[in-house]
């Protein structure tokens, strides 16, 4: 197996765990040594393959989805906006939650990334006898709200803080 080979081979079954690999492991897979493995490895680092290292082998966090929990607060009118801000910075809202006194916490999947879903979930609430659930607790609520890299996070709660929509906890 050449190199190029032997790297695309790696990158597949890196990227096809959710566990750390050892060099062991990824040499006898590919029928070389350990230090091959740990040249490869490096080699695909250097070409932006997103390996780290961990005390139990490689792992690859290509196609990980990086999560925060927010705190946010505004109008029903402002609920487009407040999406479109997260969704147009590269963020998906997962759910959306509120912390009732009685009840406790009550929350509901949403999973919205793209502008056309935000608009089948505004026709939605806006055609049904149903409220928004921020409306329980007086327009408070939390979104989990993931993105390729923590940057982006900081980018959408930035924008959000920006907007007045962040509660600062």
Same mark, same amino acid.
């Given at each position: 197996?050449?190199?190029?080979?032997?790297?695309?081979?790696?990158?597949?079954?890196?990227?096809? *765990?959710? +566990?750390?690999?050892?060099?062991?492991?990824?040499?006898?897979?590919?029928?070389?040594?350990?230090q091959?493995?740990?040249? !490869?490895?490096?080699?695909?680092?250097?070409?932006?393959?997103?390996?780290?290292?961990?005390?139990?082998?490689?792992?690859?966090?290509? @196609?990980? *989805?990086?999560?925060?929990?927010?705190?946010?607060? &505004?109008?029903? +009118?402002?609920?487009? !906006?407040?999406?479109?801000?997260?969704?147009?910075?590269?963020?998906?809202?997962?759910?959306?939650?509120?912390?009732?006194?009685?009840?406790?916490?009550?929350?509901?999947?949403?999973?919205? @990334?793209?502008?056309?879903?935000?608009?089948?979930?505004?026709r939605?609430?806006?055609?049904?006898?149903? *409220?928004?659930?921020?409306?329980?607790?007086?327009?408070?609520?939390? &979104?989990?709200?993931?993105?390729?890299?923590?940057?982006?996070?900081?980018?959408?709660?930035?924008?959000?803080?920006?907007?007045?929509?962040?509660?600062?906890a």
């Amino acid at each position: 197996m050449k190199g190029e080979e032997r790297r695309n081979k790696l990158t597949a079954l890196l990227r096809g *765990r959710g +566990e750390p690999l050892s060099a062991a492991a990824l040499a006898q897979a590919c029928g070389v040594s350990r230090q091959v493995i740990v040249q !490869d490895i490096a080699l695909l680092r250097a070409a932006g393959e997103p390996i780290v290292s961990t005390h139990r082998g490689y792992l690859s966090e290509a @196609g990980k *989805r990086f999560s925060r929990v927010l705190k946010t607060y &505004h109008t029903d +009118e402002e609920i487009g !906006d407040e999406l479109l801000l997260i969704v147009r910075l590269g963020g998906t809202v997962e759910d959306v939650s509120v912390n009732h006194r009685v009840y406790g916490t009550l929350s509901a999947p949403l999973n919205i @990334g793209t502008e056309v879903q935000i608009k089948e979930f505004l026709r939605s609430i806006g055609e049904g006898a149903s *409220r928004p659930l921020k409306n329980v607790t007086a327009g408070y609520h939390y &979104h989990t709200v993931t993105a390729d890299s923590q940057e982006s996070l900081d980018k959408i709660e930035g924008a959000l803080k920006e907007r007045g929509y962040l509660v600062e906890a």
